[in-house]
């Protein structure tokens, strides 16, 4: 019992666990954005399953929600700053090197053409398609998009990328009756979510054709 008693009071208090979670919470989407190899939407969700298990359940997720809204735009707008400066200037810079590097020749293609289209209705759904977000910044970026015009498609992005990672921590945490079960069933989900369409597409790209096939469609068409 003694033992019981002292690894309960090891736990950190709530107050003590906002504290330092939700600052926590927004570096790590914040850095996560400017450097896009960190799972941001895993960390929502993972927030959003501790803040069902807290005592005020629906004013923790909407700090949840708020914090990790905030952290994606802010991090987004910065993103999109650096990479202004390097498309100024003559030599580029690294920023605009690394946006460029996790963009796909096929995928940027798409997205200036969509963006040309839609314009920034596009950026808005891109927040919430797997590894859309660079290939849709960068076309924003060559197309010479001013700061303005890119926040307000930044804004709406980031709270639709939000909500939609707190409703998948939401959905973990009420399938778990631990945090800990929770938190693992969402980062499980998200992490799934956001390689499938890359592993789909790189599977694509390494099935070779079939020469036969090709031939019986062109001669059906």
């Known amino acids: 019992m003694g033992d019981l008693a002292d690894l309960a009071r090891s736990v950190p208090s709530e107050s003590t666990q906002q504290a330092v979670g939700y600052p ?8 996560g954005s400017l450097v896009p190899v960190v799972p941001t939407g895993a960390v929502v969700s993972s927030a959003a399953v501790v803040a069902i298990h807290q005592t005020a359940p629906p004013l923790s997720l909407l700090v949840v929600f708020g914090v990790g809204a905030l952290a994606a735009f802010s991090g987004d707008v910065m993103l999109y700053w650096l990479g202004r400066r390097g498309v100024r200037s003559k030599n580029g810079s690294r920023w605009l090197e690394r946006i460029h590097d996790h963009a796909a020749p096929e995928r940027l293609n798409q997205a200036r053409e969509r963006l040309e289209e839609h314009g920034v209705a596009v950026l808005v759904l891109s927040r919430l398609i797997p590894a859309g977000r660079i290939p849709v910044m960068l076309a924003c ?10 926040v307000r498609g930044a804004g709406p992005a980031a709270l639709a990328w939000a909500a939609t990672y707190q409703l998948i921590g939401i959905l973990g945490g009420s399938l778990f009756p631990e945090p800990w079960e929770g938190v693992a069933a969402a980062v499980v989900l998200t992490v799934v979510i956001s390689t499938t369409p890359a592993l789909w597409r790189r599977l694509r790209r390494r099935t070779p054709h079939d020469p036969r096939s090709e031939a019986r469609s062109e001669a059906a068409g």
């Open 24 to 31: 926590s919470l927004f570096l790590l989407v914040v850095f």
């Open 141 to 150: 970026l060559l197309a010479r998009w001013p700061l303005r015009r890119f």
